[in-house]
């Protein structure tokens, strides 16, 4: 995990508490990595299993996304978010082929509008 994935992970701790589920970047190639998993996750045998089976279909769908995204009338793609009744999961570009997956708690929902701003920002800030 690089400074920045530290920094990043680190203040999404800080930030969502025990909300915070689990975080990973995708890049190039069609590559994951896992750099956070909350406890009760980690020790859910079948959770798990379920979660190694999906991610790559996830991330696979995330980089369509990128590819996809002609809306720059809009603005620049700030990030996707995908609500469902026991996770939320967002979605944060970095690149045209990178960024970040967060899950968090539902409970988070309201929430959403001001974090997704605040993640962006911060990831803005590692840019230099």
């Known amino acids: 995990m690089g400074l920045a994935d530290e920094r990043f992970v680190r203040w999404l701790r800080e930030d ?5 589920r689990g975080v990973l970047t995708y890049r190039d190639g069609g590559e994951f990595q896992v750099h956070y998993l909350r406890t009760d996750l980690k020790d859910d045998d079948e ?22 995204n002609t809306l720059s009338m809009f603005g620049d793609y700030g990030g996707t978010v ?6 939320i999961l967002i979605q944060l570009p ?10 968090v708690d539902p409970e988070v929902a309201p929430r959403l509008v001001g974090f997704v701003d605040a993640a962006t920002t911060h990831l803005d800030s590692e840019d230099g």
């Open 16 to 20: 969502l508490e025990s909300s915070l």
């Open 94 to 103: 970095v690149s045209e082929t990178a960024g970040y997956g967060v899950s």
């Open 82 to 87: 995908r609500v469902f009744s026991n996770v």
């Open 47 to 68: 959770w798990r299993h379920l979660v190694r089976e999906e991610i790559p279909d996830l991330v696979s769908l995330a980089r369509r996304e990128h590819a996809a």
